[in-house]
């Protein structure tokens, strides 16, 4: 069975501080995914990543992965207040499981002044 | 524009009621998703389908049922026999034939509340 952990869980951090979201999952895995959900709200994509190596960066976010360690990163630059917000990542699951996503229990990151 | 439509946004259920929401995509997706989210949780899987008139259980299926008619669209039943219903149910789709890796893209939700 396929498990994805992040952490931390919950976060809270000051506006202007960096901080690291860890993504860990269990089996081979080639393709992650990193969604931002506001609250109430439908997921939002951020980042896909295709391959060992890849890094992609958005504004003050960035991802990257290491399949041999099924390791992914989410790294927040300088926080501002509007990325306060849950994040998941979830990983592709196979053909027997129609190519679902599964996902993280999600970080919940309160950016403060 | 195209994209993933869920009707209704918020659904009350009475005890021992079935209710289905909707799940329409105008995205020519091969593959449609219901996950179901419960406050301050992850997604779980409940059914999915990769093509029509074919659909697989996920890890949470008991007490519900889904059909798929045509490529468009995905309902997804609750029925009475799922004890404890409330959540924010969301549905994705994406595209099989370019290869897995592609993005998956979710509606903006169902929010069922047993009363």
């Known amino acids: 069975e396929l498990k994805v952990e992040q952490n931390p869980l919950f976060l809270s951090m000051q506006e202007g501080k960096n901080y690291t979201i860890y993504c860990n999952y269990s089996t081979t895995s080639d393709r992650l995914y990193w969604y931002r959900q506001d609250p109430g709200k439908s997921l939002e994509s951020l980042f896909v990543?295709?391959?060992?190596?890849a890094v992609k960066q958005e504004g003050r976010l960035m991802a990257s992965l290491d399949t041999k360690a099924r390791l992914s990163t989410l790294h927040i630059t300088a926080a501002v207040h509007d990325l306060s917000a849950t994040y998941f990542c979830?990983?592709?699951?196979?053909?027997?499981?129609?190519?679902?996503?599964?996902f993280g229990k999600g970080t919940s990151l309160l950016v403060t002044p | 524009d195209g994209g993933i439509t869920q009707s209704p946004k918020y659904l009350f259920r009475k005890e021992g009621q079935n209710v289905t929401l909707s799940c329409e995509q105008n995205?020519?997706?091969?593959?449609m998703y219901w996950y179901r989210q419960d406050p301050g949780q992850g997604l779980r899987l409940i059914y999915y389908?990769?093509?029509?008139?074919?659909?697989q259980k996920g890890d949470i299926a008991e007490g519900y049922s889904v059909s798929r008619e045509k490529k468009e669209s995905f309902p997804l039943t609750v029925t009475s026999a799922q004890k404890n219903p409330t959540a924010f149910y969301l549905c994705?789709?994406?595209?099989?034939?370019?290869?897995?890796?592609?993005?998956?893209?979710f509606g903006e939700g169902s929010w069922l509340t047993v009363v």
């Open positions: 990543l295709l391959s060992n190596g």
């Open positions: 994705a789709s994406r595209i099989l034939r370019a290869g897995y890796g592609n993005t998956i893209y």
């Open positions: 995205l020519n997706h091969d593959a």
């Open positions: 979830a990983v592709d699951l196979n053909s027997n499981s129609g190519y679902a996503l599964n």
């Open positions: 389908s990769q093509i029509v008139n074919d659909f």
